[in-house]
């Protein structure tokens, strides 16, 4: 159980354009989203927390309007990188948690390079 | 401040040789503390959740530990494929459940 899926695991754009990545709680239904960045050899850094059908919460530094973030369903959230920029290239990872549990389960993360 | 940190950065051991990694938090009170397993190139993989000083879980080759300071998981005779980063996180008492502070990860390579 607690399976969270994300698509597509990987995705090159030219600079400039715009890119999607979604996140699926497969087998349970997520109250609450996360969206991670992580760059090579570090750890987590959280950008921002999505609840169904609310805005999402974003981190310090973190801009709203580069990183757009919709939990349109208790199963899935998205991560829109608008017009995005080689600085943008990173691992992207999503998770989930259900009402009440502490635990968030991880996807599998989207490899992100903007050329 | 809240902050979570992890020894060794990094640690190396034959295969069967037993050790501990270590993980020290600083919270106001701890609601829960989670171990998870990234493999390079993966997301995270949850392991344990542990909610009190004394709680002991266990997995396989995997045994997390919990006091009031600090959070230990011990790896009895490991293998080759136990090789991953290991990551402590903590949830704080009076936050929102949604706010968990991951600690930097201890890389452990098991070699044959």
């Known amino acids: 159980g607690a399976v969270v899926s994300q698509h597509p695991s990987w995705v090159i754009c030219k600079s400039g354009t715009s890119v999607k990545i979604e996140c699926r709680s497969l087998?349970?239904?997520?109250?609450?989203m996360f969206w991670y960045r992580q760059f090579p050899k570090q750890s987590l850094m959280l950008m921002a927390t999505s609840n169904e059908g609310s805005k999402a919460t974003y981190e310090q530094g973190v801009e709203k309007d580069k990183f757009l973030i919709n939990h349109a369903s208790l199963t899935l959230s998205t991560l829109t990188v608008t017009s995005a920029h080689p600085e943008d290239s990173s691992f992207y990872i999503c998770?989930?948690?259900?009402?009440?549990?502490?635990?968030?389960?991880f996807g599998p993360g989207t490899r992100l390079t903007v050329l | 401040e809240d902050q979570v940190t992890q020894s060794p950065e990094a640690l190396r051991l034959q295969e069967g040789e037993s050790s501990s990694l270590n993980c020290s938090y600083t919270v106001s009170g701890l609601r829960g503390l989670f171990w998870y397993r990234q493999d390079p190139g993966k997301g995270p993989e949850f392991l344990f959740t542990l909610y009190s000083a004394g709680e002991e879980k266990e997995k396989e080759r995997l045994k997390a530990t919990l006091t009031k300071k600090e959070s230990f998981l011990h790896i009895t005779a490991p293998k080759p494929e136990d090789s991953a980063t290991y990551l402590c996180?903590?949830?704080?008492?009076?936050?929102?459940?949604?706010?968990?502070?991951f600690g930097p990860g201890t890389s452990l390579s098991v070699i044959p």
């Open positions: 996180a903590v949830q704080a008492r009076g936050t929102s459940y949604d706010k968990v502070i």
């Open positions: 087998d349970f239904q997520a109250t609450t």
């Open positions: 998770s989930a948690r259900y009402f009440f549990q502490s635990e968030q389960f």
